[in-house]
């Protein structure tokens, strides 16, 4: 069953972890969903690049607005084109002063753009660049949770830490991304009508571990199904992360921002 959502929305400071501005049709208005999301409370948002082009557009952004980070890598889906020099090429991008993160890397074996093995080949490079980085990592899995998660207890510890982003596995890979020391980023699913399981999943995260996000322009949070997400409706998946875990917006707005600022070391003041 569907939770409740409140009709009229409240104003918590909020972090987007982790959205896609720099894809269309946000990059082309920028400004308004920008404007739109400090509207709604949202101190920061993390815009991720997911290849070359895409991590200079993103990085374009953050140099418009003050409250616009990045976090850069090659997607799983790109795999294929990141060659040697490719990733070099995004390495140093990533030492950009506004690159709070580096990916979304991973494992994608439901789409498989990508052949598996070059997957699992540009996955373990961009896990070592994270690291002589010292940078947190974005992971991105999906039909991928035992053999990503394996890869990534291989290759740990992770010192900066890292987010298994848009999270959709189930209770043992949650624990198994907690042992790992990684947060666990909730998107907009988790107002989905059939979603009951993950709202139990994350009824249960320790509180120090969660984060919110909107990965806009997807997974747009069922009020606005059908319709082109953005960071202003991060509000919607917090009030539905209040209400599975019997705490107010206030509080859900409090804790992720407060985690989102330690792990990524975002210029913004941690709530007490």
């Known amino acids: 069953?569907?939770?409740?959502?409140?009709?009229?929305?409240?104003?918590?400071?909020?972090?987007?972890?982790h959205a896609h501005l720099?894809?269309?049709?946000?990059?082309?208005?920028?400004d308004g969903v920008v404007r739109r999301a400090r509207s709604a409370g949202v101190a920061a948002i993390i815009t991720v690049g997911i290849d070359l082009e895409d991590a200079r557009r993103a990085l374009e952004l953050a140099e418009?607005?003050?409250?616009?980070?990045v976090s850069l890598g090659y997607h799983p889906h790109n795999a294929k084109n990141a060659r040697e020099k490719a990733l070099n090429e995004m390495a140093d991008l990533a030492t950009h002063r506004k690159v709070v993160a580096y990916g979304e890397i991973g494992l994608d074996?439901?789409?498989?753009?990508?052949?598996?093995s070059a997957q699992k080949a540009v996955f373990a490079d961009q896990l070592s660049i994270a690291k002589s980085l010292a940078k947190p990592l974005v992971i991105?899995?999906?039909?991928a949770y035992e053999e990503g998660l394996t890869e990534l207890e291989k290759a740990g510890p992770f010192p900066a830490g890292g987010v298994i982003h848009?999270?959709?596995g189930d209770e043992r890979d949650a624990q198994r991304a907690l042992d790992l020391g990684f947060h666990i980023s909730i998107p907009g699913t988790i107002t989905y009508r059939k979603n009951d399981k993950f709202r139990a999943i994350v009824s249960r995260l320790p509180e120090d571990r969660i984060l919110l996000e909107t990965d806009c322009p997807f997974l747009a949070p069922e009020p606005k199904r059908g319709?082109?997400?953005?960071?202003?409706?991060?509000?919607?998946t917090a009030q539905t992360v209040a209400s599975v875990r019997n705490t107010s917006v206030a509080v859900?707005?409090?804790?992720?921002?407060?985690?989102a600022t330690r792990l990524f070391g975002l210029p913004l003041e941690e709530a007490p």
């Open 109 to 116: 074996y439901f789409r498989n753009y990508s052949p598996r």
């Open 1 to 17: 069953m569907l939770l409740p959502i409140a009709t009229s929305l409240v104003k918590p400071i909020l972090v987007d972890s």
């Open 166 to 168: 848009c999270f959709s």
């Open 252 to 259: 859900v707005g409090q804790t992720t921002t407060a985690n």
């Open 227 to 236: 319709k082109d997400n953005e960071p202003a409706y991060i509000v919607y």
């Open 22 to 30: 720099e894809m269309e049709p946000l990059f082309q208005d920028a």
């Open 64 to 69: 418009r607005f003050d409250d616009v980070f």
């Open 140 to 143: 991105h899995l999906r039909s």
